[in-house]
């Protein structure tokens, strides 16, 4: 495995891929978003018609697609059979299934078996992000950060970001959604949504998208250097 990954764990909407995606291209590290993996996953599942509680039909779909990791211009993206899925894998019916597939422990493994693999493909660098990367993908990464925001801000820029609406009542509405599905990745008995012991804690709450990819930049140079 390769030693240098740097693992960012936090709560849906804190920004963590976009935030990863940014920092992997400023350090010449490839991007790696175990999100998108489990939402492939998903994709897969429901594609297929598979109810979404049988986690060894759904590990076992998965293997014989196959659904893989594969290195691109901006990093890893997921592929379904030979197809791109980045787009796909954003869609609502998807992100309303994915906590539920990710909490299937067989789903999990295999999960983990194929990020561990990419990670070792790249011979500078990956920046992971996601819920368990920190402690349990990749406990031994030299450095790991948790990134939280508010509920309140984090849907507020998920809003801004896709171009919606963001009135009081859309916001409180998008509040919501977060605040459950943080609940759903917090509370499940596997892997649940935690910092790691040892990662560093960055609230971006207050903080500008250049303010939060420079201090994650400046506390890698330190350590990979
Ligand atoms: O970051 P995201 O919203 O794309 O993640 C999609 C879902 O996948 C999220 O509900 C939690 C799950 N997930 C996980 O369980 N473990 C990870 N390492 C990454 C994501």
Not at 99 to 128: I, T, Y
Not at 202 to 212: A, H, I, N, R
């Amino acid at each position: 495995m390769t030693a240098n990954v740097l693992a960012i764990d936090g709560p849906a909407g804190s920004g963590k891929s976009t935030t990863a995606l940014a920092v992997a291209e400023r350090l010449g590290f490839a991007h790696l978003d175990s999100g998108a993996l489990y939402r492939a996953f998903t994709l897969a599942a429901i594609d297929a018609g598979l109810p979404l509680g049988a986690g060894a039909r759904i590990a076992a779909l998965v293997r014989t697609l196959p659904i893989r990791l594969v290195l691109g211009p901006q990093g890893f993206r997921p592929e379904v059979a030979g197809a791109d899925v980045s787009e796909a894998v954003r869609r609502a019916d998807v992100t309303a299934q994915v906590s539920a597939v990710s909490a299937l422990p067989e789903v999990r493994a295999v999960a983990n078996d194929l990020l561990r693999e990419a990670a070792a493909l790249h011979p500078r660098g990956v920046v992971v992000d996601g819920r368990d990367i920190g402690t349990v993908v990749f406990p031994e990464a030299p450095l790991k950060i948790y990134l939280s925001a508010s509920a309140e801000a984090r849907a507020r820029r998920r809003l801004e970001q896709e171009g919606r609406a963001h009135d009081a009542g859309s916001v409180a509405e998008e509040t919501r959604r977060l605040a459950a599905r943080d609940r759903a990745d917090a509370g499940r008995a596997i892997a649940p949504l935690r910092a790691a012991a040892d990662a560093v804690a960055l609230d971006t709450t207050d903080l500008s998208f250049e303010g939060q990819v420079d201090a994650i930049v400046e506390l890698a140079r330190n350590v990979f250097s």
